[in-house]
């Protein structure tokens, strides 16, 4: 499959038939592809679409037409893995936990713990930072001090209903659960849907009735259990209308009053009911952390099935994404040039702060680990923390977060040719003001990564008179002085419990993702 790229600056205001591109601003290669001339393939001309061979404007349909029947096979089969992945990762220590074991069957083994151990080009590690954040690597033939690291970046949470550690709220024969909302939600979306629970909690290590301590350093040991019910124990439920005439021209959410899900109409046994269905009494709940999640399962979605709806595009499509890529990496029969990772966080919707987000040093620190290993094991002699430095300087980033979609019902929001639109490919996402690490040579740079890929690409520009979101780029960026690029698929309905998102553009994200890790 080969899909090369163009120039159209039109807007979305233009109906298909208007969406030509301009004649004098392609140029021919000698395979008959289009090129965009070297004046419009400038990062600051944000209206360029991709074109095919024949010179007509890429629409979703002439995509998916232009897939081989093997490739197009392999997209219904790469979508069917994603939405069993999301039907487990239904929060952010479950995504962990879903991603070492899919790694682990592929062959990823513990990152050495043991300071002698060498590392050889080939050998697949991932590297578990208590399910915060997680990091899988694929040791390439190259010192990493001089050929750097391709990495890609995720985040791993969403926006979601976390209960509070008193939980069990009971009046008049009606129990709830008390929640705090997880970053910024389309809370209104969480309401009239059956809701299940899922999370962790941190248990006592118990010797005949005395807890245990950590010889090494006398704290307290404990132990994790992971928590889940997938059933519907629960809705958040709206008013009727005749009680609120004015709720659907106003319908305010209060994080503290209106997210609570009921979940009895009586107080008798519900804690013992709890606790026989997850494994832990609720009362323990301030010993972890526990979400509620839609039962509803993701599905495929419009009238040729190219959509899938579910919760949580926003961010787990690209940890999947990146995921499938670092081991599709790893099954080559050649190592990687470059060492490759593929690295996840939690709380990024809540701003990436706490150990495991992206504005910690875990990501520089494991990067470390890996340039240690590689000096032992060539037997040089060098400065570690100098050799991690330069490493981190030769580096490629794609930090991976999803865009928002071109939306016809609310073109009032955004720019029309800057947007980008579902079943085109990922989008390279830059802002002016700071909110994506994308800049002109590492959007340059993303470009060709995508061509080399056979994989269209768009590029993002948003409003400027409201905010366009921000992610995990400009920190990694910050915290390793590596070059930097945001990308990632457009979606619609982005941090509702019901995000919208193309088959098309998944798959062909995990394709370029393969591609840059193979190097």
């Not at 107080?267 to 997850?278: F, N, P, W």
């Not at 680990?369 to 794609?398: M, P, W, Y």
């Not at 928002?404 to 609310?410: C, I, L, P, S, V």
Request: charged fraction near 20%; include cysteine.
């Amino acid at each position: 499959m080969r899909i090369a790229f163009g120039v159209l600056p039109v807007g979305p205001e233009l109906n298909q038939a208007q969406r030509k591109p301009v004649s004098d601003a392609v140029t021919q290669t000698p395979d008959g592809f289009s090129q965009p001339s070297s004046a419009l393939y400038s990062v600051y001309f944000s209206g360029h679409r991709p074109v095919t061979k024949n010179q007509k404007p890429v629409t979703p349909q002439s995509i998916l037409a232009s897939l081989s029947a093997q490739e197009k096979k392999a997209l219904e089969a790469y979508s069917q893995r994603y939405m069993d992945f999301l039907k487990e990762a239904v929060c952010s220590p479950w995504t962990a936990k879903a991603m070492i074991e899919r790694a682990e069957k592929a062959g990823f083994k513990p990152f050495p713990t043991d300071d002698k151990a060498k590392i050889k080009p080939g050998e697949k590690y991932y590297l578990n930072n208590r399910y915060q954040s997680v990091a899988f690597v694929v040791i390439g033939e190259n010192d990493p001090t001089q050929s750097g690291f391709n990495i890609v970046g995720a985040h791993m949470d969403s926006p979601q209903l976390e209960l509070k550690p008193e939980t069990l709220l009971e009046n008049k024969d009606m129990v709830k659960l008390k929640t705090k909302p997880h970053g910024g939600g389309l809370w209104s979306t969480w309401e009239n849907r059956p809701l299940g629970l899922a999370g962790q909690v941190f248990m006592p290590v118990m010797t005949k009735g005395k807890q245990e301590m950590d010889p090494a350093n006398g704290r307290p040991l404990v132990k994790r259990q992971f928590v889940r019910i997938d059933r519907a124990i629960g809705s958040i439920n709206l008013p009727a209308i005749h009680l609120r005439r004015d709720l659907n021209e106003s319908h305010p959410i209060n994080k503290e009053t209106d997210s609570n899900p009921l979940i009895s109409l009586t107080g008798d046994d519900v804690v013992k009911t709890l606790k026989q269905e997850s494994g832990i009494d609720l009362s323990q709940a301030n010993r972890g952390e526990l979400y509620l999640f839609p039962v509803d399962p993701p599905t495929s979605s419009g009238i040729d099935n190219s959509l899938i709806n579910a919760q949580g595009h926003d961010d787990r499509s690209m940890c999947y994404a990146a995921l499938e890529g670092i081991i599709e990496a790893g099954q080559a029969k050649q190592p990687p040039a470059a060492t490759s990772m593929a690295i996840f966080f939690e709380d990024e919707e809540n701003g990436s702060r706490g150990a495991g987000g992206a504005n910690s040093n875990w990501a520089a620190e494991v990067a470390g680990d890996i340039v240690a290993r590689h000096i032992k094991s060539h037997g040089q002699h060098a400065s570690n923390t100098q050799a991690r430095e330069r490493a981190l300087g030769n580096s490629f980033i794609l930090s991976a977060d999803v865009a928002h979609a071109w939306d016809e019902n609310h073109a009032s929001l955004h720019d029309s040719q800057n947007s980008v639109y579902m079943g085109l490919g990922p989008a390279i996402k830059m802002d002016s003001n700071g909110s994506y690490a994308t800049t002109p040579e590492t959007a340059a740079i993303t470009m060709d990564l995508f061509k080399k890929a056979d994989v269209p690409y768009q590029v993002a520009n948003f409003r400027q008179d409201m905010p366009c979101g921000s992610t995990i780029g400009t920190m990694i960026a910050a915290n390793t002085c590596a070059q930097v690029a945001d990308i990632g698929p457009a979606i619609l309905s982005m941090h509702s419990v019901q995000e919208v998102g193309s088959k098309a553009d998944f798959y062909l994200t995990k394709k370029a993702f393969a591609s840059f890790f193979k190097g």
